[in-house]
């Protein structure tokens, strides 16, 4: 569902109908609860695997190359790094359901941009690791469009290779923390909470305002803040939950979160600014 070998902490809300036997596994998997629509993990590491990478590179060449590295670089470091290698985007982009760490990506491919297919690959995940492989520096400014972790020029050294890795690793790390899994109608979006400014109910569905794009699943905004607990989300107003986080200024029947002005009502104003001030480690 994620990436349980990285992950310690995650939060998933599901659309999909689960089966009591469903549940009870995913339950044992987990150490989580279960409900019609959510579904709240705290994810246990699995197995040895460290890192879990994809290599999008139509030239089977290449993407050998790559692979033989990452194997090289396996033995020096005594890491375990799962590889799986893509030569068709299409194919990528249909099984690609957040399951990897690190993408290297060629952004030359025939048939096939490869800023596009990050894109793509953003509109679901907004945590993966992507470096592009080129075979002209030039393209590589474009990453910054899909905030790309970095690029490499072919023909790729070990050694430079084995720095990006090790770049890639560490972007990995950082982003170990809680995570949300999305069920929309478009698929299935992975989003770090960090990354959520704040979701609002609109009639039967939650809609999540992200730095990155808007995602609309069903659910209410008494089972989110029940599943979500003691994390950094409060209530400015009756249906809009904010993320402390991302909390830039607070008036008098204002809040300002990212560059989004949302109202603060008289009635929630109190409990709100304590919750605030409890978060933030001091007070007012």
Avoid: W
């Avoid at 393209?139 to 790729?156: H, L, M, Q, T, W």
């Avoid at 990212?258 to 600014?273: A, D, H, V, W, Y």
């Amino acid at each position: 569902m994620t990436k349980v070998s990285q992950v310690e902490e995650a939060l998933a809300v599901s659309q999909i109908e689960l089966t009591p036997e469903e549940i009870s596994r995913l339950e044992k998997l987990g150490g989580g609860s279960v409900t019609e629509h959510v579904v709240t993990f705290v994810y246990k590491k699995i197995g040895g695997t460290d890192l879990k990478v994809a290599i999008l590179d139509d030239t089977k060449s290449d993407a050998q190359i790559l692979v033989k590295y990452i194997e090289k670089f396996q033995v020096e470091r005594n890491d375990t790094i799962q590889a799986d290698v893509y030569e068709a985007s299409f194919d990528f982009l249909e099984e690609y359901n957040s399951q990897y760490d690190v993408i290297f990506l060629d952004i030359e491919m025939p048939g096939s941009d490869g800023l596009q297919v990050a894109h793509e690959i953003r509109k679901k995940d907004q945590a993966v690791g992507i470096i592009f492989v080129t075979n002209m520096a030039q393209y590589a400014i474009s990453g910054y469009e899909v905030n790309a972790i970095d690029f490499i020029v072919k023909p790729v050294s070990y050694y430079l290779f084995s720095e990006k890795l090790e770049k890639a690793i560490r972007f990995s790390k950082r982003r170990e923390q809680r995570q949300i899994l999305l069920n929309s109608k478009a698929g299935v979006h992975r989003i770090l909470l960090s990354d959520i400014l704040y979701v609002e109910k609109e009639k039967d569905n939650l809609v999540f305002h992200t730095l990155g794009e808007t995602i609309r699943v069903p659910g209410t905004i008494k089972t989110l803040k029940d599943k979500l607990g003691n994390m950094s989300f409060s209530e400015c107003t009756h249906g809009c939950l904010v993320n402390f986080e991302n909390v830039r200024y607070i008036g008098k029947d204002m809040v300002l979160v990212g560059k989004k002005e949302l109202p603060l009502s008289r009635r929630m104003r109190k409990q709100f600014i304590e919750e605030y001030a409890e978060y933030i480690g001091g007070g007012f």
